[in-house]
């Protein structure tokens, strides 16, 4: 099933959620449950499945995808916790810096906790947000999963059925600002921190829908060439090790999301190529879809903090 959060230009100020079907058609599935929090603590899958069979002969009940907007399939996250575990990034990370990778990278999955607010949250074809402040915005080609259900200490071989679902994930960066932050052993800070600078879609695809999630191809275009083309099967580290790990002693709860860090080559960084206001960014993800974003033009700086130099 391929859920999302949506408007329409009638409910503008109240999202719906409800089920992709076909390739043109939304079923809404708000009168099962009122968001996806509630879907997925009250378990609504079945009823839901019976809800897209009925509706798709109630007219009222369907929606054309072109006439909404799409919303992130949780345009709320619990938490938001970012991993990096693609060894193809890693590598590169460490050529470009000179660094060599951690022991501990091979022992432990890590990661770090990113915004949730009302203003980072963002959705297939909002436009991205180009900080006063930074002259190297980033995208990053990466994926995740909404955690499903309540857990703690989970184990490996149970943590699958946790996942609610996965999505598209663009880690929007601003690299000059955020290497600045970590010279002082903290960070991302304000290289991740701005409006719409956390965006996922255009859907939440649930495990039923993808048969081996660790042998999807991954593509990053801009402005429709392609910069980046991956595989899921470069994870070190899997997104039930991810769970697991985070578990232990943390209660985790329905519509947290795991992100999985970027894939090789899946940003401007590495390639040392870098989007400009008006691109067209276009990240795919096998059997889940495309997340599309045009990047905005530039705010004005305020003359007090570009005297600090940021």
């Known amino acids: 099933m391929r859920l999302v959060t949506f408007k329409t230009e009638l409910t503008d100020t109240t999202p719906k959620i409800g089920a992709w079907i076909a390739d043109d058609q939304i079923v ?61 990034h890693m590598d590169a990370a460490a050529r470009i810096t000179g660094k060599e990778i951690s022991p501990e990278w091979f022992k432990l999955p890590n990661y770090y906790r990113g915004s949730t607010s009302p203003s980072s949250i963002a959705g297939h074809e909002v436009v991205v947000t180009w900080p006063n402040y930074t002259q190297k915005l980033d995208f990053e080609l990466e994926w995740g999963v909404y955690i499903g259900k309540i857990g703690k200490n989970v184990p490996i071989e149970e943590a699958h059925e946790y996942i609610a679902g996965y999505t598209i994930y663009n880690d929007i960066s601003a690299r000059d600002i955020q290497f600045r932050h970590m010279t002082m052993a903290l960070g991302p800070a304000k290289g991740k921190d701005f409006d719409n600078s956390n965006i996922m879609g255009p859907c939440l695809v649930t495990p039923d829908e993808i048969e081996d999630p660790y042998n999807l191809r991954m593509i990053a275009r801009v402005n429709g060439e392609v910069w980046a083309d991956g595989n899921t099967s470069d994870m070190y580290y899997s997104f039930e090790e991810m769970i697991s790990f985070v578990s232990q002693s943390e209660t985790l709860y329905p519509g947290e999301f795991l992100g999985s860090g970027t894939v090789g080559k899946g940003c401007g960084w590495e390639l040392d190529r870098w989007i400009q206001p008006g691109d067209v960014i276009e990240l795919e993800i096998e059997n889940i879809g495309m997340l599309r974003n045009q990047i905005g033009e530039p705010e004005v700086n305020p003359a007090e903090w570009a005297e600090k130099g940021l």
Do not use: W
Not at 34 to 40: E, I, L, V
Not at 57 to 84: H, K, M, N, Y
């Open 28 to 88: 809404d599935l708000t009168a099962i449950a009122p968001d996806m929090n509630q879907f997925f603590e009250q378990d609504c899958i079945s009823d839901a499945r019976e809800r897209i069979e009925n509706g798709t002969s109630t007219s009222e009940a369907i929606f054309a995808v072109a006439d909404v907007q799409l919303l992130a399939p949780f345009p709320r996250p619990a938490s938001l916790r970012d991993f990096g575990v693609f060894r193809t």
